[in-house]
């Protein structure tokens, strides 16, 4: 602070409270929402506070789900979200590690363009080649399948780069003392670079986290087999009624039950989590 | 450049396999077949291919609906970025006068990156639905008749909001980081000279905080452009008549829905195209400013 000025700070306090406050309020209403009944909605606005029906709701969709929409249980929904975001996650860290480690430590021709292969990724968000995408998923059998809702997504260019830049840093002096040790690349990649690296694959597991869990697009593709539905593509689903008002407290309840695990990640791992963010997209 | 490398030609190749064998089967393969693809006129079933040329170009060009989508992508990703973008730095600037209770309120700020765009959407458009939701009712007290179904300009309104949200935390967090990377010394010797506090942040701190402003535009114009798809998808779905068909969804509509094919293609490499450009733009001036 560079001088004292009160009537600039309480400015600053009012600011950030009416920025909370609006960050805040989709969320507040969601969750309102998600403990009414049903006929709560009836009389044509939402109440501002929560009802009685919390536990109820909430049990209703984990259990059961909304079968009208042809949706499955909220908890298997939840558990193919967690297999989809923990695959992506592990997924991309353990190739990009693997292939980072291959440029920064070889000599190797092609070096170069493997490199490029790797880069041109970047340019190829999965919403730009949808179409084919899906074709060349159909034509390896992967509809509706773990593999086909992981795989494709797994390949990283920002990943590989941040693990180049952490491994460019480690002194070539460790390099020299393994190998005189009479250490293999293997072993040197394993009791060296692995712990070295340890807090940025956490940190970048948090960020690959939410990103798997909020995969919608791709989910919502190639899944048509309702055990394979993930929770943030199937609230659309729900949302989705053809006739008739959707029901919105059962909507609601799962749309917090989707954004509860992602949610919780980032602010339990806030630290690792702007490590992360910061250091992968600069 | 590593001094000290280890000699084997195979293993690299070993190691890098995993990762080059899901790029070529699922980006540069797809990629390909979208440049392809975008030659032909195909029917639905993919069983009746001839070659176009340009000619699905030139049918997008003429067409009224995709210049249309072109002008709604371009007003969309503008607002999303200028409304995402001025309400982060107001509050990233609050926070940096805070001593004690920043952390406190990033934290109440941060959370929403983690919120899917497809939830944030489902969110926005029941605060906003018509019948029951709680906004239409305050506007109608002031003499306003919401309805997104209906008003194109609501339902643009609707998905600039849902998507900008979303956005505001992650560029808080980078404004907060430049803020706090300008030296204080600057800012106190600006003070010392007599200058308050707007000037001091129009003279001193925003031009410092240029190369990240540069960055998030960057970021922002990608975000809106290529991963709103989900808001759009979860709110309206594109209307009401194509109000807010951005060019992202209208290949998924096209390809998918309309079975048009070869147009599908042909957008999709336009997009590519804008990537691409995109791209290179942050790394040429964005990458250029940050030492490795």
């Not at chain 1, 501002?48 to 919390?54: C, K, N, Q």
């Given at each position: 602070m560079i001088e004292n000025r009160p009537g600039l700070s309480f400015l600053a306090h009012l600011v950030l409270i009416a920025g909370v406050v609006i960050v805040a309020l989709p969320v507040w209403v969601a969750?309102?929402?998600?403990?009414?009944?049903?006929?709560?909605?009836?009389?044509?606005?939402?109440?501002?506070?929560?009802?009685?029906?919390?536990i109820e709701n909430y049990r209703t969709m984990l259990d059961t789900g909304l079968s009208t929409s042809g949706t499955p249980p909220v908890g298997l929904m939840m558990f193919n979200s967690l297999v989809m975001a923990l695959s992506i996650a592990i997924g991309k860290i353990a190739i990009s590690m693997l292939s980072a480690f291959a440029i920064v430590y070889f000599r190797f021709p092609f070096r170069g363009l493997a490199f490029w292969c790797i880069f041109i990724t970047l340019m190829l968000p999965v919403e730009v080649r949808i179409v084919p995408s899906f074709q060349v998923v159909a034509g390896l059998g992967l509809l509706n399948s773990y593999a086909g809702l992981s795989l494709p997504l797994i390949a990283s260019a920002t990943a590989t780069f941040l693990f180049r830049q952490v491994f460019m840093?480690?002194?070539?002096?460790?390099?020299?003392?393994?190998?005189?040790?009479?250490?293999?690349?293997?072993?040197?990649?394993?009791?060296?670079?692995?712990?070295?690296?340890?807090?940025?694959?956490?940190?970048?597991?948090?960020?690959?986290?939410?990103?798997?869990?909020?995969?919608?697009?791709?989910?919502?593709?190639?899944?048509?087999?309702?055990?394979?539905?993930?929770?943030?593509?199937?609230?659309?689903?729900?949302?989705?009624?053809?006739?008739?008002?959707?029901?919105?407290?059962?909507?609601?309840?799962?749309?917090?039950?989707?954004?509860?695990?992602?949610?919780?990640?980032v602010i339990g791992m806030q630290r690792l989590f702007v490590k992360g963010l910061v250091e992968t997209e600069k | 450049m590593k001094r000290t490398i280890f000699n084997n030609q195979l293993l690299p190749w070993l190691l890098l396999a995993p990762q080059l064998a899901i790029t070529f089967i699922f980006f540069i393969w797809p990629a390909g077949q979208a440049i392809r693809q975008s030659f032909?006129?195909?029917?639905?079933?993919?069983?009746?291919?001839?070659?176009?040329?340009?000619?699905?170009?030139?049918?997008?060009?003429?067409?009224?609906?995709?210049?249309?989508?072109?002008?709604?992508?371009?007003?969309?990703?503008?607002s999303v970025t200028v409304v995402s973008m001025g309400?982060?730095?107001?509050?990233?600037?609050?926070?940096?006068?805070?001593?004690?209770?920043?952390?406190?309120?990033?934290?109440?700020?941060?959370?929403?990156?983690?919120?899917?765009?497809?939830?944030?959407?489902?969110?926005?458009?029941?605060?906003?639905?018509p019948t029951v939701g709680i906004m239409p009712y305050i506007l109608d007290v002031i003499g306003y008749d919401w309805n997104h179904n209906r008003s194109k300009t609501d339902a643009m309104i609707l998905v600039v909001i849902a998507s900008a949200w979303k956005q505001i935390s992650y560029n808080f967090l980078f404004f907060v980081a430049g803020l706090q990377a300008i030296p204080a010394s600057l800012r106190e010797a600006a003070a010392i000279d007599g200058a308050g506090p707007v000037r001091r942040f129009f003279d001193i701190t925003f031009p410092l905080l240029s190369p990240t402003t540069f960055f998030l535009l960057v970021v922002n114009i990608v975000y809106a452009m290529f991963e709103t798809f989900a808001v759009i998808d979860s709110t309206t779905g594109g209307g009401p008549a194509q109000a807010t068909n951005i060019m992202v969804y209208k290949v998924y509509f096209d390809g998918f829905i309309g079975q048009n094919l070869g147009s599908s293609a042909a957008q999709s490499v336009i997009l590519m195209m804008i990537v691409i450009a995109l791209t290179v733009i942050q790394f040429r001036y964005v990458e250029k400013r940050v030492e490795y």
């Open positions: 969750f309102v929402a998600s403990t009414r009944g049903a006929t709560d909605f009836m009389s044509g606005t939402i109440p501002m506070w929560p009802g009685p029906h919390l840093t480690i002194p070539d002096e460790l390099t020299e003392a393994a190998r005189i040790d009479g250490a293999g690349p293997m072993k040197f990649f394993r009791d060296i670079l692995l712990p070295l690296s340890r807090t940025n694959m956490a940190a970048l597991f948090v960020i690959l986290f939410i990103y798997g869990w909020n995969q919608y697009l791709w989910p919502l593709l190639i899944t048509t087999d309702a055990q394979y539905y993930t929770i943030v593509a199937g609230i659309k689903r729900m949302a989705d009624v053809v006739d008739g008002l959707p029901q919105w407290h059962l909507v609601m309840a799962t749309a917090i039950l989707a954004m509860l695990p992602p949610v919780a990640v | 032909l006129r195909e029917d639905a079933f993919g069983i009746n291919s001839s070659f176009v040329g340009l000619r699905n170009f030139h049918g997008l060009l003429d067409s009224a609906q995709y210049l249309n989508s072109m002008k709604v992508t371009v007003i969309f990703a503008v309400v982060a730095l107001l509050l990233a600037v609050a926070v940096d006068r805070m001593l004690r209770s920043s952390r406190v309120y990033t934290t109440l700020l941060v959370w929403p990156y983690a919120v899917a765009p497809a939830v944030a959407g489902i969110l926005w458009w029941f605060i906003f639905n």
